[in-house]
T-cell receptor, first 109, second 115 residues
Framework: AQRVTQPEKLLSVFKGAPVELKCNYS??????LFWYVQYSRQRLQLLLR??SRESIKGFTADLNKGETSFHLKKPFAQEEDSAMYYC???????????FGKGTTLSVSS | ETGVTQSPTHLIKTRGQQVTLRCSSQ?????VSWYQQALGQGPQFIFQ???????GRGNFPPRFSGLQFPNYSSELNVNALELDDSALYLC??????????????FGEGSRLTVL
């Protein structure tokens, strides 16, 4: 079965603290994984994709096939990082993204 | 560059009625996908259209149907509405040049309430 699990509904941290948003997946084969973000009053948008191995807004995510995880990390959280974050997996057919339930990140000063 | 636009933004229907939601893709995009997002859940794939043909479908009953037009705009139709159809319906388009990069450009959604 193809599935994405985000175990935390809410993550609250202080400004400057490290952040790790957890994502675990279930998939047969080589997965394609993504992080999408939705800031307040904005539409859902792509943050980063594992295949690009990029850092966006200080966030990185490493695919760990052994642990079937794709956690999103940032060493020093900023207040503007407060948003809803969704982990997503491309399905076997390649046409759909399977989203997790999302984690709300709240960064306070 | 115009982003993905959806209409209406909000609507209320009663059980058993039919609804049509509309979406204009971002300029230069010829692939459109529809997702349903229930409260507290992530978006769930309904179907995708590419060049006016259904290109993939999620686990939704046939009363969920769609269309894509030559200008790449799209409609989502839901017949015989049920209470559980209450959700935010998201339209997303993908670039023509590479529709399967995984980057979807989302609209703001149409919030449907079924009473």
């Amino acid at each position: 079965a193809q599935r994405v699990t985000q175990p935390e509904k809410l993550l609250s941290v202080f400004k400057g603290a490290p952040v790790e948003l957890k994502c675990n997946y279930s998939y047969s084969g080589s997965p394609e994984l993504f992080w999408y973000v939705q800031y307040s009053r904005q539409r859902l948008q792509l943050l980063l994709r594992h295949i690009s191995r990029e850092s966006i807004k200080g966030f990185t995510a490493d695919l760990n096939k052994g642990e079937t995880s794709f956690h999103l990390k940032k060493p020093f959280a900023q207040e503007e990082d407060s948003a809803m974050y969704y982990c997503a997996l491309r399905d076997q057919a390649g046409t759909a993204l399977i989203f997790g339930k999302g984690t709300t990140l709240s960064v306070s000063s | 560059e115009t982003g993905v636009t959806q209409s209406p933004t909000h609507l209320i229907k009663t059980r058993g009625q039919q609804v049509t939601l509309r979406c204009s893709s971002q300029s230069g995009h010829n692939t459109v996908s529809w997702y349903q997002q229930a409260l507290g859940q992530g978006p769930q794939f309904i179907f995708q259209y590419y060049r006016e043909e259904e290109n993939g479908r999620g686990n939704f009953p046939p009363r969920f149907s769609g269309l894509q037009f030559p200008n790449y705009s799209s409609e989502l139709n839901v017949n015989a509405l049920e209470l559980d159809d209450s959700a935010l319906y998201l339209c997303a388009s993908s670039p023509t040049s590479n529709p399967n990069t995984g980057e979807l450009f989302f609209g703001e959604g149409s919030r449907l309430t079924v009473l």
